[in-house]
């Protein structure tokens, strides 16, 4: 024989709490009793592959079991015979304590005692079956699984030898053999599948056959037919200790259903063999050592993120084998006793009225569970009902038909609205003081919704007003009373409500002050007003006006915040243009002169700009923008669609079309439609269809009265067709009006052209606004009031057209000619002129206008003249003087044509245009500053946030 002196001895670190085998050197009495074996059968002979030396170095005797082995099994034997404490008893080989406590904790991890170390039902069971106590565990866990008969298959081959070989040299072989039975997520489950396949060969086979199956399927016959005795006598034994019924028909092929049942139940045996997949592919275990899945696993490639190993061995490195793929949080159902939690974040759940945690499961190192939602009120009742009251009461956020919580809502709002008005943050009480007002009310035992509504039920029986708060308990003492009126909350323009926002956000985008505008009353929102804010916001805009003055005219208002407040209480919060009114006020209380150009209006902040939220019928916000000029040009068009719409649903009936002469019943001057946000106003108007009249309803009063104008003339064209027809052809005739209007388009046109203006010179020049000619008896009379003039004054429109036309002419034909390079631009601008003052629909701009023309050409043949008289330099400064005018002017006639502050600007500027060209031709003041300055405030008073960049 020979012998190597070496042998692997199983040894269980109490430590680690892992079964190792090393290679150790065996002790003397080994040796000799391997030395004896050689001789069994006749004389024989022992070579020893190591020194005379090593072998009286080694030990005497091989170290007793007990001593290297998990005392759980003595210990529990020991309880359940009632043997006394382990510690006093008289072993013959004693046991270190080190080993003692780790059976104690084993036994503890399984179950089988409480920390008294006193012995539980678990235990007990445990003490009946004379098998490992993990084992053991397994079974009494696959009673309550409901799969005690595939436990008892995977518990009888844990209690002996593998079955499976794996010899030296065939491993490939014989993991190609094993591979039909291999699962990838349990090697448990492998031996399962290696049982039915087994035993339905033998009993189809017989066992000769059996034997050679199992040897090409490189399985030992010997340790499966140990499997088979050793799973026979597990069954008897467990048909007396659970007194359950077992047959061999009961043991199936887990699938889904009855996998989690079986790993849980050798989970609760295993428990401390539960790995974590950490990093470079370890397990890491509950106390915070590792292990590798052993190579002969189904599970090594797939790398689960939790599995458990039927034992941990040692031999190069620390393997798990035997592994199954499980869940984590398993740990908590198998092993109460054995996991902790943490809980964070309580927090109070909307819909279910509860307060609930995020709860965190340790097992030892490892986090079982990372994060649940568990009720808090059964773990801490006293955190449970600070939160609810938090959050369900302080933060409004109960689901309650109760009265209280919508009156202390609308409480707070009300408040939290004076400050966002007021801009300030001192109204309110903070929120500990509205938590003290619920929590000196609430019983300490409610700490969620529905024990709250069980509770109030009864408490306001008697008090119906308990849980409801007043001003005195939100807001604070000390405050000073808000004035409500100068903050009002909505505004009445032409009987439609437009509700103001305040926001108290300084650097926000919404900081300051909104008002919510109808898409359809878009074209009725008076502009104007919006730039005097509210009466609360009115002496903070002064004050920044003041602050942006040129510093010759601030000095004269220190100090600036005394002098604002004045001012607002002066002035007549809302009528005018704020700019135009506050200058005239500074200038009788500065005693010096203050124009609204002196105004910087950039320098105005945010919070101090009306900013328009447009909303459709349905409430849904469709823009908003502090430029309320913008606003109005990119939604013209669909709040012009917005208002037809609502017109067709409300008064659709009181349009006309293809009238020969207005309504007999006077025409109302402005008609209401309701709408979802009030009232909105409509305006009816005549209107020019060519040949008749018709009556439209239009969004705006200046659009209207443009609009009606024309019909208007239209009208009394139609009355006075055959007198106007026959004067007209003997005026026209042997006239050269046609051909010297050929250069502006067809000369049939110039007829019509001139009857329209000939109507406008008889029947509206210096008589009252067409506005009131609203019926046909209205227009009758208006036509016999002028109709006496008709003769002359289609006389003098007449000539007034041959002298414009042969002016306009002559002047071009002049301005044709070769011209030295530094006139270009001068002539370029006076034929820009001569073209504007006399158009091809020179109907369009009015007698008023055209009467003005002949002078107008006249004053530019001069500048012509004076041109060629004294050079470029003088017609320059000229046009600088003009410019600025020029361009309030062009801006003005986009917005406000017809109009009569309008009418008066363009006459002031044409005066202007006149006395640079021909003095003597200029009427008196033409020059003056003022009296265009003041001309041109009262255009912009008209649209204040369009006109608002031209000074």
């Not at 006394?84 to 059976?103: A, C, N, T, V, Y």
């Not at 084993?106 to 006193?118: F, I, K, M, P, Q």
């Not at 989690?260 to 050592?289: D, M, P, W």
């Not at 309803?697 to 027809?725: K, P």
Request: proline share 5%; net charge negative; aromatic share 6%.
């Amino acid at each position: 024989m020979v012998d190597t002196g070496l042998a692997r001895i199983s040894r269980y670190s109490a430590r680690s709490r892992v079964q190792r085998l090393p290679i150790e050197q065996i002790s003397q009495a080994s040796a000799t009793q391997r030395s004896g074996r050689c001789g069994r059968l006749g004389p024989g002979t022992c070579i020893r592959l190591y020194s005379e030396e090593t072998f009286q170095a080694s030990e005497a005797w091989t170290q007793p079991e007990i001593l290297r082995s998990n005392l759980a099994s003595v210990i529990l034997r020991m309880l359940a015979l009632g043997l006394g404490d382990i510690d006093s008893f008289p072993f013959l080989e004693r046991p270190s304590g080190r080993m003692i406590e780790e059976g104690w904790a084993t036994l503890y991890e399984l179950g089988a005692v409480e920390r008294d170390r006193s012995l539980t039902d678990v235990g007990r069971a445990l003490a009946r079956l004379p098998i490992d106590p993990r084992i053991g565990r397994m079974l009494v866990a696959s009673v309550e699984e409901r799969c005690l008969a595939e436990m008892l298959v995977v518990a009888s081959v844990l209690s002996t030898q593998d079955p499976r070989l794996r010899p030296f040299g065939g491993e490939q072989a014989a993991d190609f053999a094993h591979a039909p039975w291999r699962d990838e997520k349990s090697d448990f489950v492998g031996f399962l599948n290696v049982w039915h396949d087994f035993r339905e060969h033998l009993a189809e086979h017989g066992s000769s056959a059996t034997r050679r199956w199992c040897h090409e399927r490189f399985l030992s016959w010997i340790r499966m037919r140990e499997w088979v005795d050793t799973w026979r006598q597990l069954r008897d034994l467990a048909r007396d200790v659970f007194e359950v019924r077992i047959d061999r028909d009961t043991v199936r092929r887990p699938r889904d259903g009855g996998w989690g049942a079986l790993h849980r139940s050798i989970l609760s045996g295993l428990v401390s063999n539960l790995g974590q997949l950490g990093e470079e592919g370890l397990y890491e275990t509950s106390s915070g050592g590792g292990y590798a899945i052993h190579p002969s696993s189904g599970l090594l490639h797939r790398k689960p993120r939790w599995i458990i190993a039927a034992e941990l061995v040692e031999t190069t490195r620390r393997y798990g084998r035997i592994c199954a793929k499980i869940r984590g949080e398993w740990v908590e159902r198998v092993a109460p006793h054995l996991v902790r939690s943490e809980y964070e974040e309580p927090h109070y759940l909307h819909d279910s009225g509860q307060v609930a945690a995020w709860e965190r499961v340790h097992y030892g190192t490892l986090v079982v569970v990372p994060k649940r939602r568990v009720p808090y009120g059964p773990i801490d009742g006293v955190v449970a009902r600070d939160v609810f009251i938090h959050e369900a009461l302080v933060g409004e956020k109960l689901r309650t038909r109760a009265p209280f919580l919508a009156k202390n809502i609308e409480l707070r709002r009300h408040i939290e609205a004076l400050e966002e008005k007021g801009r300030r943050r001192d109204l309110l009480v903070g929120t500990e003081a509205r938590f003290s007002f619920y929590d000196a009310r609430v019983p300490a035992e409610i700490h969620s919704a529905p024990d709250f509504a069980r509770w109030r039920s009864r408490a306001t029986r008697s008090d119906p007003d308990l849980l409801g708060m007043h001003e005195s308990d939100l807001m604070r003492s000390t405050h000073e009373e808000l004035d409500r009126t100068a903050f009002p909350d909505s505004i009445m323009q032409g009987g439609t409500c437009l509700k103001y926002r305040y926001r108290h956000e300084p650097g926000a985008d919404l900081d300051g002050i909104a008002i919510e505008v109808p898409l359809a009353g878009l074209g009725q929102l008076d502009v104007a007003s919006l730039d005097w804010l509210v009466p609360g916001m009115l002496a903070e805009k002064i004050e920044v006006l003041l602050r942006a003055m040129p510093k010759r005219l601030r000095t004269r208002f220190s100090p600036m915040k005394e002098t604002a407040e004045g001012a607002a209480e002066a002035l007549e919060h809302g009528k005018g243009d704020l700019f135009i009114v506050l200058a005239t006020h500074l200038s009788r209380v500065g005693g010096i002169p203050v124009h609204s150009s002196d105004f910087d209006r950039e320098r105005i902040p945010e919070h101090l700009r009306m900013r328009v939220i447009l909303r459709d019928d349905q409430g849904v916000e469709l823009d908003d923008s502090r430029d309320v000029a913008a606003l109005i040009e990119r939604h013209r068009a669909s709040a012009r669609d917005a208002f037809r719409k609502r017109l067709q649903e409300s008064a659709g009936e009181l349009e006309l079309t293809g009238l020969h002469e207005p309504p007999d019943q006077p025409l109302p001057s402005m008609v209401e439609l309701p709408s979802a946000s009030g009232i909105l106003h409509a305006w009816p108007a005549l209107v020019d269809e060519g040949a008749t009249i018709g009556v439209r309803l239009l969004d705006s009063e200046r659009t209207a009265r443009l609009h009606h104008r024309g019909g208007v003339l239209r009208g009394l064209f139609l009355l006075a067709g055959e007198a106007l027809a026959g004067h007209l052809d003997w005026l026209l005739d042997g006239r050269s009006i046609e051909l010297a209007y050929a250069p502006l388009g067809d000369a049939g046109a110039v007829r019509s052209q001139i009857e329209l203006l000939v109507i406008d010179a008889v029947f509206l020049e210096g008589r009252e606004a067409t506005w009131s000619l609203r019926d046909v008896q209205a227009l009758e009379v208006r036509y016999d009031q002028g109709f006496p003039e008709l003769a002359a004054r289609a006389e003098r429109v007449v000539d007034t057209i041959e002298q414009a036309l042969q002016l306009r002419n002559r002047l071009l034909v002049a301005l044709e000619r070769n011209v030295p390079t530094g006139w270009v631009e001068s002539v370029r601008d006076i034929r820009r002129e001569v073209e504007g003052l006399f158009p091809a629909e020179f109907s369009v701009p009015g007698w008023h206008r055209i009467r003005e023309v002949p002078r107008r050409l006249q004053a530019l043949e001069r500048r012509l003249q004076r041109l060629a008289e004294k050079g470029p330099q003088r017609d320059e400064q000229d046009r600088e003087t003009l410019s600025p005018w020029i361009q309030r002017l062009e801006v003005a006639r986009r917005l406000h044509p017809g109009h009569a502050a309008f009418v008066a600007y363009e006459h002031a500027v044409d005066e202007l245009r006149i006395h640079l060209s021909a003095p003597a031709l200029a009427g008196p003041g033409a020059a003056s500053p003022r009296k265009l300055q003041a001309a041109w405030d009262q255009v912009r008073a008209l649209d204040p946030a369009e006109l608002a960049a031209l000074p």
